[in-house]
């Protein structure tokens, strides 16, 4: 399950793999001055039972590719599937419930999950719900029991420097531990097209290690496994995590309301630059910048303006705009945050309540299952139509095999107008059956039967 994406490779097994040499990177230090460091075994012995191995199993649709034109001697595209199958990491956060946190591509696309215990025990899992946006999605073991589940850090206390410990299952090898320092924070434009916000370490990381721990000296969760930085899925000492601060968002999230709803403030803007800054008379390049507010928004409402600079939220600095972007998404809709913003070169609060990002996508298998692999979103003004907007499709999926198309809009179902998601959540809860879909597709306007 290799998902590669330009030089960054997001963690999934491959099932052979080639054993190569491995180049040193950053450990913790046999001592500091005059002081001896104690080992890491009493700690990790609290702490590896929390985390497990997973294996999954799915299907895959391939589609036979004929050009319409031979479509009428051959007949329409025939479709197949192929098995997969792949491995990777997961943290128990709950033991009591049961409920383990992994990344979302670790069981995208899976039918049957597996998760292995640290003492050898197998459970079947379930998968309560997930977010590929941020990458989390949340399991559950229904009758596992004496579970150990991991504390779980502030991860907004995490400094430069601060020693990590990475704890996973690279290449199926079994539970392996490696060791670095947190090299970077509020890592953000690694081409994933998501929300994000990484820890970086040079703990080394390896495929299989998604979804697994990295922790503190202290055996707390700073952070879920999730990407790497380097050639051919290789460690080179880059490796990102989730913060623990943003995976806890997420899953009450998904415990409250089966998906993520994201939230929204409604601003434009971008980083503070050294020329914009000098501009505005600003000393300093953290924060970010507001260009634009939106009509009627959540920062509309709270009295916001277009030149403010945000530097905090709920009193935890700001540094650039994607860390805003971020950190409003994941702490979701509805909730009351305190904006710490700079104005005219005088610092002032706000009070915000985020609205819901009209934005928010939809994993369609959720909703019907001959939808699975599509993302759905609401349109929005600047699409040809009013309806549900099909944002994505996955290669090999049953979305794919129906023949959707990513830019679809769908405005109507089962001969009902749908004019968003909320509507078209509703009609399907009423009529799980067929679904006969009519789909603004560029022009036109066809139907498409799904089953």
Known sequence: MKKPLLALSVLTLSLSSIITPIQ???ALPLSVGNEQLPSLAPMLEQVTPAVVSIAVEGKQVQRQQIPEQFQFFFGPEQTRERPFRGLGSGVIIDAKKGHIVTNYHVINGADDIKVKLHDGREYDAELIGGDQMSDIALLKLEKAKNLTQIKVADSDKLRVGDFSVAIGNPFGLGQTVTSGIVSALGRSGLNLENFENFIQTDAA??????GGALVNLNGELIGINTAILGPNGGNVGIGF???SNMMKNLTEQI???????????????????????EALGYESSKGAFVSQIVPDSAADKAGLKAGDIIVSINGKRIDTFSELRAKVATLGAGKQI?????RDGKSKTFDVTLGESTNSKTQAEKLHEGLAGAELTNTTDSDSATGVKVSSV???SPAE?????????????????VKNLAEFRKILEKQPG????NIQRGDRTIYLVIR
């Open 401 to 417: 095999a129906y023949q959707l198309l990513k830019d679809d809009i769908i405005i109507g179902v089962n001969r009902q107008t």
């Open 338 to 342: 305190e904006l710490g913003v700079v």
């Open 255 to 277: 415990l409250d309301f089966g998906e993520v709803k994201r939230g929204m403030l409604g601003v434009q803007g971008g980083e503070v630059t050294s020329e914009l800054a």
């Open 241 to 243: 995590a989730i913060p």
């Open 394 to 396: 996955a290669q090999g």
């Open 434 to 437: 067929v679904l006969a879909l």
């Open 205 to 210: 990381i390896n495929s299989g290690n998604s």
């Open 24 to 26: 040193a990177t950053a």
